[in-house]
């Protein structure tokens, strides 16, 4: 099922932004073609998905994050987006319940590879709620929840009461109808910095922080992958956002995602951040 057998400690998200030092992947599935393509795209095509897949692995590796990669288990074409399985806190893993009835069981099935891997259980949303876990943006000590026609009340207000546990300031971030998800419109580079597609959420959720725009026409740039404060990972397709970032500070690790991009998955939801120093 993996390719490690690693065991993990009590300590995990020691800091949101910090550096990532191990990531849950799951390989792409053959239904990944069936996915309805964004628009203007081709439709996805598995054997570059899982070119591009291993490449996103070996990428981690070489930046010294631990991979935990598992094989699909079911036909839905978004099971590689891994980070909708769980949210990572300090102390242990809090499940999700994901918006989509052919995701459901894959909390079950990441609650047993954390009971494998000794990771902490920090709750789990329950029904009736529904919560993605890429509509969870963790970022210093705030936790930014999503609130679109994804997940409800419900499973964002249990979300809510274990991260105030866990001593987060929680704010729910409107999205825009076109968003794919908070994770895909804004990314944290930085405890107190974040990058977000124009348009797409609630401008007034970010005060406190340190916001840098990216350019209209590439709408899922913001989706990276925190590697480390000022260190991302990102789909190279955005020249103009790669270009910004770098002029603000900012490490980029551009590698091909496009077959991901195609179905609106991005690098931010293909790990599911299990450890930060």
């Known amino acids: 099922m993996t390719t490690k057998t690693a065991h993990f400690g009590p300590r995990l998200v020691g800091t949101p932004t910090g550096t990532l030092r191990a ?42 994050v631990e991979t ?6 079911a036909e839905d074409p978004y099971e590689s987006a891994a980070a909708d399985a769980a949210v990572a806190f300090e102390d242990g893993a809090m ?6 009835m052919s995701r459901r069981a894959e909390a079950d099935r990441m609650k047993a590879e954390f009971a494998r891997i000794d990771v902490p259980l920090a ?9 993605d876990g890429s509509d969870v943006l ?23 009461e274990v991260a105030r546990a866990h001593g987060y300031r929680v704010v729910e971030v409107k999205l825009a109808p076109a968003a794919q998800c908070l994770r895909a419109v804004v990314g944290a580079v930085a405890k107190d910095t974040l990058v977000i597609t124009p348009g797409q959420s609630d401008p007034s959720a970010w005060q406190g922080f340190r916001t840098i ?33 770098r002029k603000a500070g900012i490490t980029v690790e551009a590698i091909d995602l496009y077959d991901f991009h195609k179905v609106g998955i991005t690098p931010s939801m293909l790990a599911l951040a299990l450890k930060r120093d």
Request: charged fraction near 20%; hydrophobic fraction near 45%; proline fraction near 5%.
């Open 23 to 64: 990531a849950v992947l799951v390989k792409p599935t053959r239904a990944i073609e069936k996915a309805k393509p964004l628009a203007g795209e081709p439709g996805a095509v598995y054997a570059w998905a899982t070119e591009q897949h291993a490449v996103l692995r070996k990428t981690l590796e070489y930046f010294g």
């Open 68 to 73: 935990i990669v598992l094989e699909p288990h």
């Open 95 to 100: 499940l999700m319940r994901p918006t989509s």
């Open 123 to 131: 709750g789990h949303i329950a029904a009736p709620g529904l919560l």
């Open 138 to 160: 963790l970022v210093g000590e705030t936790a930014f929840v999503g609130v679109s026609a994804r997940g409800n009340a419900i499973g964002r207000s249990g979300f809510s």
């Open 213 to 245: 725009e990216l350019a209209r026409g590439e709408e899922l740039a913001a989706g990276v992958l925190t590697l480390g404060e000022h260190h991302v990972l990102a789909d190279r397709r955005y020249r103009t956002t790669l270009g910004t970032m």
